[in-house]
Structure formats: structure tokens, C-alpha cells
């Protein structure tokens, strides 16, 4: 019976050992290819070594960190880890995100918007429609257009998924507020937000996916081929078309599994199957590709990623009114570093795009700034005009 257990500790000493030694090896050498995170994080860097940072104790502490970032399959033990909370408790590591019923995921500030936890309050609302009316009149004061996109969150396209210990506010939203102003300072704008909600029961193919926090591929397409149609009719010009005669219906892939891969998981989770036209794009010859600036959050990102090279000219996407695309592809630049109105007043149509989880800072920062430009050169011509 001694016997039997000796033996038993000591076969689980050799395993103990050989795990050490395998991790280990596998930290010096990387000698079994393992999938990397994905997400956006930072690892440790490695520190040298000095006598001043081992007797402060920085040394230890930062080379505790680089080991906890860089020990042998680190990523497949992650994955591990996040797919039995995941799979046994419902629980997602990945920031401001919650699984609701079904397991949509959401983020959190998706719900705060249906619920009007985050209202900013009637006067800070009318008082940023007010300057945007005045924006808008000025753009076309010049012979360009400022077109207002509001999109709709997952959390206001699915609420009958949200979790059911979400506190259910049923108080005034930033959105409708938002929409009674539009009405009344006369702000023209596209609402997708409606559109799509009113869509959700007679579209063939689904607009939002389960495991992702934006609309869909497909749902992007539709809304390309409608602010296309708006800007030939804003600016009475003929421009090329994006268009399809197929539809493809596959597993979800980026960007509609854009919180699934966030999440790092073993196996990606099962979800009904997403629609992914084969999307083509009309010859620009003979028609008019106006020059586009679009503003707006990371709704517009899938969008700019399909490549609208074919249907505007100079296309950017400055992402938040801060990152410039597609210039932080290769070459890091931000608006803090351009002649901020002298980019915008080289475009023909500028695009101002927020969601409902968005609006609470919507614009970030460009009402205010043109509102205040438009008014200084208001002041200088009539100064010139005395």
C-alpha cells in the first residue's frame, strides 16, 4: 500500500517537473508555434539589469511583470482560463463587456444609451444642435455638405437580450433629445438609428451579429449604397455605385466576431451564420467622385476598411475627430498635428457619424471647434466690409 503511493507521488512529481521543463523550454526556445492574443494590450518589455534598480526593488518588480507576460504557452493558458469562465459561468474577461441572454454580448455603454444613464441633460444637447445648425448652414454656405449619420447600438437593436440584472432607467435618452432638437433647429440628418430598427423585421439576412458589437458587413453595405444615393442627391452629381448579385452566407468572420476574438477564447462560439455580399464597385468613368471626410466612432471603421477609394477621392477617416486613416495605417498622425481647418475645407462632403453610446461627446470636439472658426471669419468679413 506504501508502495502504491510512492509511486503515485512520484509519477506526480515527474509530471510536475517535465510541465516546468516544457514551459520553460518553451519560453527560451518558442519551439511550438502558439497563437498570439488578440486585442489590443501592452506586454512588459524587458528590463536590464543594474545594482540601483535591484537594491530600489524596480528591478524585481518590473522583471516579475516581462515573466508574467512572456512564460511558456502564456496565451494558450490565457485562452484556457477565459473559456471555463466563458463556458461554466458566463463571464467574459475583455473590458465593459457583459453577456446577455443567449449569450449577446454587449458593451456597457451600448445599454447605458437605451437606458438615459448617460443623458448629458436638455441644455448641453441644445446648445451643441444649435452650433451644429449653424456649422451645416456655413459648409453650404461654401458649396459643401455636412451630413449628420446617427447609427443604432446593439443595445437599442437588441435589448431583448440585455441582461436582466441591468437596471431598466426607462428615463429620458440622449437620442430622443438629440432628435427633438435636429427637428427643431432644423439639423438635416440620415437616421439609420430608425431605419435599422424598423428594418429588423423584414430583413432576409441578419444587421447585427451576436458575438460583435457593430453592425454588419452586410448592414455596411446598405448603408454605403444609401449615403451614395443622399450625397447624388445633396450635390446633383452622378457618382460610381457599390452593388452586388451575390450573397454569401458564412460563419461569422471580422468584423462580426470583432468581441468573440477580443475575448480569446479556445474555440470561437457557435453563431448563426452572417451575410457577406460579394461586393463590387462601379466604374468611376464619366462620373463624379466627390472629395469625403468622414468623422466619426468606431462604427465607421468596418465601413472605411471596405475600401471607398472607388467612390470618393482623398477619402479620410479621422476616428473620434483624433487618429487620421489611412495615414495611422503605416505613419502614426493625429488632427493635433495637420492645419485642422484647412484639411476640412478641402473636401466637398464631410460625414459626422455617431451612435446612440456615442452621443454623449458626439462630434468630439468639431461642432465646437468649426462653430467657433465659422464665427471668426463671420466677424472678419464684416470687419473688411466697415
Given at each position: ?13 515527474i509530471i510536475l ?9 518553451q519560453?527560451?526556445f ?5 497563437k498570439p ?6 506586454d512588459?518589455?524587458?528590463i536590464?539589469f543594474s545594482l540601483k ?6 528591478y ?6 516581462y515573466?508574467n507576460?512572456?512564460?511558456g504557452f502564456r496565451s494558450f493558458f490565457?485562452?484556457l482560463?477565459h ?6 459561468f458566463n463571464?467574459v474577461k475583455t473590458?465593459?463587456v ?11 455603454n451600448y445599454i ?7 443623458f448629458i441633460?436638455?441644455d ?7 452650433k451644429?445648425?449653424f ?6 454656405n461654401?458649396?459643401k455638405e ?6 443604432v447600438?446593439k443595445g437599442s437593436?437588441?435589448?431583448e437580450y440585455?441582461p436582466?440584472?441591468?437596471y431598466d432607467w426607462?428615463?429620458?435618452?440622449n437620442?430622443?433629445?438629440?432628435r427633438q432638437y ?5 439639423v ?10 424598423d428594418l429588423?423585421?423584414h430583413t432576409?439576412?441578419p ?5 460583435g458589437i457593430?453592425w454588419?458587413?452586410?448592414s455596411?453595405c ?5 449615403l ?8 446633383n452629381?452622378?457618382m ?13 468572420r471580422?468584423?462580426?466576431?470583432d468581441i468573440s476574438?477580443?475575448m ?9 451564420l452572417m451575410?457577406?455580399p460579394?461586393?463590387k464597385f462601379?466604374s468611376?468613368?464619366?462620373?463624379t467622385?466627390p472629395?469625403v471626410l468622414?468623422i466619426a466612432d ?14 470618393f ?6 476616428f473620434y ?6 495615414n495611422?495605417n ?5 488632427t493635433r ?6 484639411e476640412?475645407?478641402k473636401?466637398?462632403v464631410i ?6 453610446a456615442?452621443l454623449p461627446?458626439?462630434g468630439w470636439g468639431?461642432?465646437?471647434e468649426?462653430y467657433?472658426f465659422?464665427?471668426k ?5 464684416k470687419?473688411e466690409?466697415?
Amino acid at each position: 500500500m506504501q508502495n502504491k503511493k510512492n509511486r503515485t507521488l512520484v509519477t506526480l512529481l515527474i509530471i510536475l517537473v517535465s510541465l516546468f521543463v516544457l514551459q520553460f523550454t518553451q519560453y527560451q526556445f518558442k519551439w511550438i508555434k502558439i497563437k498570439p492574443l488578440d486585442g489590443y494590450y501592452l506586454d512588459a518589455t524587458k528590463i536590464k539589469f543594474s545594482l540601483k534598480d535591484w537594491f530600489s526593488a524596480s528591478y524585481q518588480k518590473e522583471q516579475d511583470k516581462y515573466l508574467n507576460d512572456h512564460f511558456g504557452f502564456r496565451s494558450f493558458f490565457v485562452r484556457l482560463n477565459h473559456q471555463f469562465r466563458f463556458s461554466l459561468f458566463n463571464k467574459v474577461k475583455t473590458a465593459w463587456v457583459t453577456v446577455g441572454k443567449d449569450n449577446y454580448l454587449y458593451e456597457f455603454n451600448y445599454i447605458s444609451a437605451i437606458y438615459g444613464t448617460d443623458f448629458i441633460g436638455y441644455d448641453s444637447i441644445a446648445t451643441r444642435m444649435h452650433k451644429l445648425k449653424f456649422v451645416q448652414d456655413s459648409f453650404n454656405n461654401l458649396g459643401k455638405e455636412l451630413i449628420v449619420v446617427l447609427a443604432v447600438g446593439k443595445g437599442s437593436f437588441y435589448p431583448e437580450y440585455i441582461p436582466d440584472n441591468f437596471y431598466d432607467w426607462s428615463g429620458t435618452t440622449n437620442l430622443e433629445v438629440y432628435r427633438q432638437y435636429m427637428a427643431e433647429f432644423g439639423v438635416k440628418h440620415i437616421d439609420f438609428h430608425q431605419y435599422f430598427i424598423d428594418l429588423k423585421a423584414h430583413t432576409p439576412y441578419p444587421l447585427y451579429p451576436q458575438y460583435g458589437i457593430h453592425w454588419s458587413h452586410y448592414s455596411m453595405c446598405l448603408v454605403i449604397d444609401s449615403l451614395v444615393n443622399y450625397i447624388e442627391k445633396a450635390r446633383n452629381i452622378e457618382m460610381p455605385h457599390i452593388y452586388w448579385d451575390k450573397v454569401n452566407m458564412a460563419k461569422p468572420r471580422y468584423p462580426d466576431n470583432d468581441i468573440s476574438k477580443a475575448m480569446n477564447l479556445l474555440f470561437p462560439p457557435r453563431s448563426f451564420l452572417m451575410a457577406y455580399p460579394d461586393l463590387k464597385f462601379e466604374s468611376s468613368a464619366g462620373k463624379t467622385k466627390p472629395a469625403v471626410l468622414t468623422i466619426a466612432d468606431s462604427f465607421y471603421g468596418g465601413m472605411f476598411e471596405i475600401g471607398l477609394d472607388s467612390l470618393f477621392t482623398n477619402h479620410q477617416f479621422w476616428f473620434y475627430n483624433t487618429d487620421i486613416f489611412p495615414n495611422c495605417n503605416y505613419n502614426w498622425l493625429t488632427t493635433r498635428e495637420i492645419n485642422y481647418h484647412e484639411e476640412i475645407l478641402k473636401n466637398d462632403v464631410i460625414i459626422l457619424m455617431g451612435t446612440d453610446a456615442t452621443l454623449p461627446n458626439f462630434g468630439w470636439g468639431f461642432i465646437e471647434e468649426m462653430y467657433t472658426f465659422f464665427n471668426k471669419q463671420q466677424d472678419i468679413k464684416k470687419s473688411e466690409t466697415n
